[in-house]
């Protein structure tokens, strides 16, 4: 795999799904400037068989990798007390994009639905509708990406991106041993950096949501539908 030359970090978010897999690629220069490379949804039948639609997101991930060759990979952590089906179908396609960064010696990180929603529209609570808005408009595009799984795809890359920044250090990887990276951000260590004026106020709702997460059990999910 060709490494590209030096530049803003590049993350790939996988927002994990047996019949919609969102994956998007964004770059995120050092004052925190996002800009999109590329996002799909990748989508299996549930009439085909669970190795069939792990493969076709197998394929696509690899594809993507290769393609764009990122700094970073970022999956969605997914919480839920019920609906244990969707919950395992999430996990088995976390685990192919997981596996698939860690045979690249890609470091991986994980970060839950609430951490993610803080990030991008400065609300842990906010609905798919904000997080959609405010994807669009960090990025700038003309029109909102369809459908949400793309859009929190998106969201998931930026939020992963903007968290190591913040952090002054390298992006950590949760419960994974994925080997970590110094950040590509100038941003100086510690939580006086972190929350300076040059966090955005969304920035600084994200670091609150995840010193709340660090004592809760977590998000059940995005919500909004089943994605196995």
């Not at 969102?22 to 190795?51: H, W």
């Not at 110094?182 to 941003?187: C, D, H, K, R, V």
């Amino acid at each position: 795999m060709t490494r590209r030359e030096p530049g803003p970090l590049r993350v790939l978010g996988v927002d994990p799904g047996l019949t919609r897999c969102g994956i998007a690629v964004v770059d995120v220069a050092p004052n925190r400037t996002a800009t999109l490379v590329g996002v799909t949804v990748v989508g299996t039948g549930a009439e085909q068989s669970l190795d069939r639609r792990l493969l076709a997101i197998d394929e696509a991930v690899n594809e993507w990798l290769d393609r764009h060759s990122p700094d970073h990979v970022a999956v969605e952590r997914m919480f839920a007390q019920h609906n244990t089906p969707t919950v395992m179908g999430t996990a088995q396609a976390s685990g192919v994009a997981i596996a698939a960064a860690a045979r690249r010696g890609i470091p991986v990180a994980l970060h839950t639905p609430s951490e993610i929603k803080a990030a991008v529209t400065g609300s842990g609570t906010a609905g798919k509708e904000q997080v959609t808005a405010m994807v669009t408009r960090i990025l700038r595009l003309g029109e909102p990406p369809r459908p949400a799984d793309a859009a929190d795809a998106l969201a998931l890359a930026i939020t992963h991106a903007w968290r190591g920044g913040l952090m002054g250090r390298g992006l950590e990887t949760g419960n994974l041993t994925s080997p970590q990276r110094a950040s590509s951000f100038p941003t100086a260590a510690g939580s006086p950096g972190a929350r300076g004026s040059s966090a955005t106020a969304a920035q600084r709702a994200w670091l609150a949501a995840e010193q709340r997460s660090r004592g809760a059990g977590g998000s059940q999910g995005w919500g909004g539908g089943s994605r196995t």
